[in-house]
DNA sequence: TTTCTTTAGTGTATTTGAAACACTTAGGTT
DNA sequence: AACCTAAGTGTTTCAAATACACTAAAGAAA
């Protein structure tokens, strides 16, 4: 057995897609793992891949992404760094890192940025060159390869920590967003309920939300009026 | 001239440092480095280097900076990876790294941790086995090697952002401290003043900051009561 | 021992923001 | 015409943030 001389860095993208049924992240499916060695079922996994040797961090985790999901011009941000000398050596893993990977038990460390995106505005299921690419909701994630749900715990605090101080709220709802969908977003990230009118008193301060001279379409009940982001407002 | 073909990681430890007289960084003077090729001045940088193989990222902080500083059991905590690949490659910084490196061209991307001490009770002078320790006024701080003032500004963001949060201004005094020594470190970290009946208002409701039976001594007026954090009381 | 200097320590009134709460409106469907 | 559904809207109550000025205790100086 070869003792590992040099380390490697990878990026892992944790995407965030929201729409009207709630928040999933996306997720691939090691699908040209053969586990047979070990009789495991095919796992899922982060985006995320080895960083070239002349690229920056952030250039990586949009290359890999759009490598892996097709995706593109989605807002992305670094949040944390893994480096558990063993976080890529688990038995689960080995099947599946000998399939890609040629060196296969290199230590990894990996930089782990959060992503967001509306999925009514973002094809919901991007095309991979290899493995498919899923929308899982949150509640269902279920056992991921290497250290990722430990990865996807991290973003979530992340997206938690700053939906509200970084406006980054609008990365995740439609360029047109009605305030009950603004709303719902805030409820299901926080993980909290508010009061309908206490908040729409409160984004009616934020002068970077505006108002547009255009309703809801197409639905069974009275429309909502748009609202949009102007990040020129900002002054709050 | 040698193509990179690996990449290396550092870590990087912005140590923050307080006492009365306010808030101080360390960092370490690069006195082996002949500059004479460039003609410039022997530049500071903050405390880093490469990590081990087998190394978790937090032990290579731990490891790094108590042999460059001799400072044992502090705070540390990661908030920021760097990865620019040109970070290393600027003309100020050559002829200190190919005095230190054996690879001086190789790409490192570092991972940046903060941390705190209270000047009292710690050394405030560490020794160290090659080159100059020193503890500098955030203020007096001038330009450093590679982007460690820009590393000194995320490790600024990251205290600001968790000083409130996350019950840290501890870590920066004496076990024993007043009130008065926690409110002028709120003002110096937050760079705002606060009006002191109000913030005395609002510690007395935090029961992890418990009242000794001990007073200050040796000041020539009213003597201060002391009191003392207890990581047990965090209820609130 | 008196006076001076310095920082510690304390309470109330005012303003602001957060929280609680229920009915009417507009559109599509039956 | 009646019904269903989500949109939209104000006021009251309570809690927290802000603003503000004097007395107390110790050592130093006279």
């Given at each position: 057995?070869?003792?590992?001389?040099?380390?490697?860095?990878?990026?892992d993208?944790?995407?965030?897609?929201?729409?009207?049924?709630?928040?999933?992240?996306?997720?691939?499916?090691?699908?040209?793992?053969?586990?047979?060695?070990?009789?495991q079922?095919?796992?899922?996994?982060?985006?995320?891949?080895?960083?070239?040797?002349?690229?920056?961090?952030?250039?990586?985790?949009?290359r890999v992404?759009?490598e892996?999901?097709?995706?593109?011009?989605?807002?992305?941000?670094?949040?944390?760094?893994?480096?558990?000398?063993?976080?890529?050596?688990?038995?689960?893993?080995?099947?599946?890192?000998?399939?890609?990977?040629?060196?296969?038990?290199?230590r990894?460390?990996?930089?782990?940025?959060?992503?967001?995106v509306?999925?009514?505005?973002?094809?919901?299921?991007?095309?991979?060159?290899?493995?498919?690419v899923?929308?899982?909701?949150?509640?269902?994630?279920?056992?991921?390869a290497?250290?990722?749900?430990?990865?996807?715990?991290?973003?979530?605090?992340?997206?938690?920590?700053?939906?509200?101080?970084?406006h980054?709220?609008?990365?995740?709802?439609?360029?047109?967003?009605?305030l009950?969908?603004?709303?719902?977003?805030y409820?299901?990230v926080?993980?909290?309920?508010?009061?309908?009118?206490?908040?729409?008193?409160?984004?009616?301060?934020?002068?970077?939300?505006?108002?547009?001279?255009?309703?809801?379409?197409?639905?069974?009940?009275?429309?909502?009026?748009?609202?949009?982001?102007?990040?020129?407002?900002?002054?709050?």
């Amino acid at each position: 057995m070869l003792k590992n001389e040099t380390l490697h860095l990878s990026v892992d993208c944790v995407v965030f897609g929201y729409d009207d049924s709630g928040l999933k992240v996306l997720l691939i499916n090691q699908k040209e793992a053969n586990n047979e060695e070990v009789g495991q079922n095919p796992m899922s996994q982060l985006p995320g891949d080895l960083i070239l040797i002349d690229e920056g961090l952030e250039a990586a985790a949009e290359r890999v992404l759009f490598e892996l999901t097709q995706l593109k011009g989605v807002y992305l941000k670094q949040f944390h760094a893994y480096g558990d000398p063993n976080r890529v050596k688990q038995l689960k893993d080995r099947a599946w890192l000998r399939s890609v990977r040629t060196q296969p038990e290199q230590r990894v460390i990996t930089v782990g940025y959060f992503g967001l995106v509306s999925l009514q505005d973002h094809d919901p299921q991007p095309a991979s060159f290899a493995g498919g690419v899923e929308w899982i909701d949150l509640q269902n994630v279920g056992p991921l390869a290497f250290d990722h749900n430990e990865i996807l715990d991290g973003a979530m605090d992340a997206l938690q920590n700053q939906l509200e101080s970084h406006h980054i709220s609008f990365e995740l709802l439609p360029k047109k967003f009605t305030l009950s969908q603004l709303q719902s977003l805030y409820e299901v990230v926080l993980e909290k309920k508010f009061d309908k009118r206490n908040f729409r008193k409160n984004v009616k301060r934020m002068s970077h939300v505006v108002p547009l001279d255009e309703k809801q379409q197409g639905v069974m009940h009275k429309p909502a009026q748009l609202f949009s982001f102007n990040p020129d407002h900002l002054d709050d």
